[in-house]
């Protein structure tokens, strides 16, 4: 017994000492993203007028970011000063000037890998109206905008950071300095993005997925200690929990860990021999429940309003049930058919997570579900290979959905990208009830290598933003 208890405390050790791995790494991904703005730099733009008898100018701002080269251009009737990027590394801006009584024009082509494609118009810091103050096309590489002034001297301003503006009058072509409430746009309290369809994948901002990857890993690490104690011994978890966390935890979580050490001792392969296919009342609850707040959630990151939000919920929806019913029903069935038997359960502390992420971050974290696998009945080996399995199956999802988004249906390759990378990713952590425990307990290289994976995959996804 001494020596399983020095067993025990060895590993929570070990565990602990992973725990503070895991969010290094974490800020070592959140340095890497903040990097970007490091990796960018700005040559000086050049103004050349073009060999024509119109007396259009072209002003070419280049930009260097991660190593790639894109160039700004903008065609004009006008004098253009100041060009270059705005402060936030969001957008490009410059001062026009055309003689008063003369109309000004500019032709903005911006490739559409540099900023994305949710971008907005402003003249003199007024938002402009699309289709009304100005137009936006696109080639398949380039988005081109043609903006329209009154005569002097205006700063224009393209950006992909939202906007928030107060009721002004627009400035059109056809309106004056003082323009009349007839002339002015209609009030638009807040500038967002539009809705995303082909055009652009969500990607959340970067000190939100800062922030809120630290707070997860915390909680993961946290709870999970106290799961750990909690479930030290699987035939004696019951009263072990009661004995080694009364002090820590509430009696709430207490009575849930014992549940779940319960349910898992109950689970049984040989049971339901030749059953595969079927759903306990508990999985129809935990599938209807993950795949409706997942929808929800990733629905309500990428819009402010709730008009957008009604917009794209029947699409992040049907995202929500490929990821969280079509990817893990059909991984279940061929562990059953494997002979481990695993059944998909509600998991609160990542349903609270989810929660909290969302509202406070706006970046959806960690999941509202986990696949159990059989107790004591099932191999630490099986236990193993089914962790690793089902990582490696969320990251091959996350790759498919990826090329979804690359073949232009942004929203749901977007969305069902952000799914699978972030579940993936906190699911590979050693700590139970993450699979990255169970991989870990099974062979320490192997964890090594498929967390490396996850966790370059995410950082790789963040950078796409």
């Known amino acids: 017994m001494a ?4 067993e025990n405390r060895m590993q929570f050790r070990v565990y602990t000492f992973i725990g503070l791995i895991v969010i290094a790494f974490c800020f070592a991904s959140i340095a890497a993203v903040s990097a970007g703005s490091g990796a960018l730099t700005v040559a000086q733009q050049s103004a050349v007028p073009l060999s024509n008898s119109s007396g259009t100018k072209s002003y070419n701002l280049t ?26 590394y969001l957008g490009v801006q410059f001062q026009a000037t055309s003689p008063n009584g003369i109309e000004g024009y500019c032709d903005v082509k911006i490739s559409g890998r540099l900023f994305g494609g949710d971008l907005s118009v402003l003249i003199d810091d007024i938002l402009l109206t699309k289709d009304v103050d100005y137009t936006k096309t696109y080639d398949g590489t380039n988005y081109q905008f043609h903006i329209t002034f009154p005569g002097g001297t205006h700063s224009v301003e393209v950006t992909s950071a939202a906007v928030s503006v107060s009721p002004s ?6 309106a004056q300095p003082t323009a009349s409430p007839t002339q002015s746009a209609q009030p638009t309290p807040t500038a967002t993005p539009s809705t995303p369809s082909n055009q652009t994948a969500w990607v959340p901002n970067t000190k939100n997925a800062a922030v809120a990857t630290l707070a997860a890993t915390v909680a993961v690490g946290a709870v999970g200690a106290i799961f750990y104690l909690a479930s030290t011994s699987i035939g004696q978890a019951v ?6 966390t009364k002090d820590i935890v509430s009696g709430s979580l207490k009575k849930w860990i014992e549940k779940y050490s319960v349910s898992k001792r109950k689970i049984s392969a040989e049971a339901l021999k030749g059953k595969i296919w079927i759903l306990r009342k508990p999985e129809w609850l935990a599938y209807g429940i993950s795949i409706s707040i997942l929808a929800l959630a ?11 939000f009604f917009a794209i919920l029947p699409a ?15 991984f279940i069935i061929f562990g059953r058919s494997q002979g481990a038997w695993i059944e998909h359960r509600l998991w609160y502390l990542g349903l609270a997570s989810v929660l909290v992420t969302t509202v ?8 509202p579900n986990q696949n159990v696998v059989c107790g004591e009945t099932c191999p630490k080996s099986l236990k193993g290979k089914v962790a690793m399995g089902e990582i490696l199956v969320t990251l091959a999802f996350g790759g498919l959905f990826y090329l979804i988004s690359f073949m232009g249906f942004k929203l749901i390759g977007g969305t069902g990208l952000g799914m699978c990378i972030c579940a993936a990713f906190f699911n590979a952590y050693p700590v139970s009830p993450m699979k990255g425990a169970e991989l870990y307990a099974y062979k320490k290289g192997l964890w090594v290598a498929v967390f490396a994976i996850a966790l370059f995959s995410y950082i790789g996804w963040l950078l796409l933003g």
């Open 3 to 6: 020596e399983k208890g020095a």
């Open 63 to 88: 930009v260097t970011l991660l190593g790639e080269t894109y160039t700004v251009t903008a065609q004009t009737n006008s004098e253009v000063s100041d060009f270059g990027l705005t402060k936030d």
């Open 169 to 174: 009058p627009s400035p059109s072509a056809t």
């Open 239 to 244: 009263n072990v929990a009661s004995k080694k």
């Open 298 to 308: 990733f629905a309500y990151v990428q819009q402010t309003t709730w008009e957008q």
């Open 316 to 330: 992040v929806f049907l995202t929500s049930l490929i990821v969280n019913f079509a990817k893990t029903f059909s």
């Open 360 to 367: 406070a971050f706006r970046m959806p974290l960690l999941t």
